[in-house]
């Protein structure tokens, strides 16, 4: 019983990181290599603590779009939050956590530093951001009615749940 859940569970995953590589390698045509996230969807158990305080000043950010370790250095550094105080009561820390480490574990994301010093890995300055968005001009983030590149909702109507497809993108003027 253990070993045949323990195959399926392999199998499984095997199975996903096998798609996600083939997916990739479409992408990587033009050699800059970069893994980008392969599961976006927000789970439909995420915690109400999560929905509520991780919206309170920014768009609510899917785990799947950064990796567990880059989510764990979110957590750990709450009170310096890009300039912000975040911290919330240590239990609510812990369920927050413990359901992004969960909900972003199929993506096996590199950690990528931010660019700017002494702050957390963000979602905006990796690679397969970067790339996603070469033909979108520092000016169209800039615009007001965009409010930057972390503000994904903006173009991406249902960023929030997840939902970044491309035929569905819509750069407000
Ligand atoms: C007190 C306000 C505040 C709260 C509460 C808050 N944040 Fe933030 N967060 C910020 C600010 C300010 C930035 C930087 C925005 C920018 O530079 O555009 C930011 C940026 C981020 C980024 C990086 C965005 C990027 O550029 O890719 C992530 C990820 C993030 N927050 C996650 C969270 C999570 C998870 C929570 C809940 C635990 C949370 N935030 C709660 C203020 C807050
Ligand atoms: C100024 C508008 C704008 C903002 C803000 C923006 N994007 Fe995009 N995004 C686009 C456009 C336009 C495309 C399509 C690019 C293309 O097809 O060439 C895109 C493509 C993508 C894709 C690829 C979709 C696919 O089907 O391949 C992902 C994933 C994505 N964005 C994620 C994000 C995330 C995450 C954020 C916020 C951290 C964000 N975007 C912020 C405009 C935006």
């Known amino acids: 019983m253990k070993i045949a859940s323990i195959v399926a569970a392999t199998g499984l995953t095997t199975a996903l990181a096998l798609t996600g590589l083939s997916l990739a390698d479409d992408d990587d045509h033009d050699r800059q290599r970069y893994k980008r996230p392969k599961r976006l969807v927000a789970p439909s158990d995420a915690p109400l603590v999560w929905k509520e305080e991780c919206a309170a000043c920014h768009m609510l950010y899917v785990p799947g779009l950064l990796p567990a370790d880059a989510w764990r250095q979110q957590m750990q550094?709450?009170?310096?939050?890009?300039?912000?105080?975040?911290?919330?009561?240590?239990?609510?820390?812990?369920?927050?956590?413990?359901?992004?480490?969960?909900?972003?574990?199929?993506?096996?994301?590199?950690?990528?530093?931010?660019?700017?010093?002494?702050?957390?890995?963000?979602?905006?300055?990796?690679?397969?951001?970067?790339?996603?968005?070469?033909?979108?001009?520092?000016?169209?983030?800039?615009?007001?009615?965009?409010?930057?590149?972390?503000?994904?909702?903006?173009?991406?109507?249902?960023?929030?749940?997840?939902?970044?497809?491309?035929?569905?993108?819509?750069?407000?003027?």
């Open 77 to 173: 550094t709450l009170d310096e939050h890009y300039g912000s105080n975040a911290t919330l009561d240590p239990e609510q820390e812990r369920e927050i956590l413990d359901f992004l480490l969960r909900a972003s574990s199929v993506n096996r994301l590199p950690v990528e530093p931010s660019p700017t010093a002494g702050e957390p890995p963000r979602i905006s300055q990796t690679r397969w951001f970067e790339h996603k968005h070469d033909e979108v001009s520092e000016a169209k983030f800039a615009r007001e009615s965009v409010g930057g590149r972390a503000n994904c909702v903006a173009c991406h109507r249902d960023a929030e749940r997840g939902d970044f497809d491309d035929d569905r993108v819509r750069i407000p003027r």
